[in-house]
């Protein structure tokens, strides 16, 4: 079945470090993807999406592309702030309205100064 | 500005009662959905809907139960049988063409057995 793998944290890193927070998916069509992000004791906010094979999505500084050939939608960004402290989950939707997005279990980051 | 509103924030419950979850969008989003998360775990659909009058079970639906009788509200009922009830509920919606727009989400409940 569908479903998304995302690398276990925690992950700390100092203020400016470069972050890689890896996802690996499993679909049987053609899915979409997604990046959300949880600050403390909020909901999920959609930080990217790639929508097809090779598509880029980016925002606030953070990238990930949709890898076809390798499954993966590692989220990146080249210099880490203190407020990008928060729980990133990697999610798949199967097909276009499908019913249920399929979550990661999230990887928590904390930038310290 | 647009949104989902989730209430109340925290909720605390006694062993055999039954609780209501309010969520209210004024998105005009067609499809709503509610999940649970637990620590260390990803989102779990408990269930969702796509119309008015219509919803179905997700995943976890057992001790659940959800009306949607308005397009704006979705209301979230943890009754006695549900077994593990202390978690953080998170409602979300979407416009009609589903997840590929991305879902909205509420800012969440925290629900605590007592």
């Known amino acids: 079945g569908d479903s998304v793998t995302q690398m276990e944290g925690p992950v700390t890193l100092s203020e400016e470090a470069f972050l890689t927070i890896n996802c690996t998916y499993t679909a049987t069509g053609y899915p979409s993807l997604f990046w959300y992000v949880q600050y403390p004791g909020e909901g999920l906010q959609l930080l990217l999406k790639a929508t097809k094979a090779d598509d880029k999505g980016s925002n606030k500084g953070f990238e990930a592309t949709y890898r076809k050939e390798t499954t993966s939608f590692h989220l990146e960004k080249g210099s880490v702030q203190v407020s990008d402290s928060a729980v990133y989950f990697c999610?798949?939707?199967?097909?276009?309205?499908?019913?249920?997005?399929?979550f990661g279990t999230g990887t928590r980051l904390t930038v310290i100064p | 500005d647009g949104g989902i509103t989730q209430s109340p924030k925290y909720l605390f419950r006694k062993e055999g009662q039954n609780v209501t979850l309010s969520c209210e969008q004024n998105l005009n989003h067609d499809a709503m959905y509610w999940y649970r998360q637990d620590p260390g775990q990803g989102l779990r659909l408990i269930y969702y809907?796509?119309?008015?009058?219509?919803?179905q079970k997700g995943d976890i639906a057992e001790g659940y139960s959800v009306s949607r009788e308005k397009k704006e509200s979705f209301p979230l009922t943890v009754t006695s049988a549900q077994k593990n009830p202390t978690a953080f509920y998170l409602c979300?919606?979407?416009?009609?063409?589903?997840?590929?727009?991305?879902?909205?989400f509420g800012s969440g409940t925290r629900l605590t057995v007592v």
């Open positions: 999610a798949l939707s199967p097909f276009e309205g499908a019913n249920n997005l399929f």
């Open positions: 979300a919606s979407s416009t009609h063409e589903g997840a590929p727009r991305g879902y909205t």
């Open positions: 809907s796509q119309i008015v009058n219509d919803f």
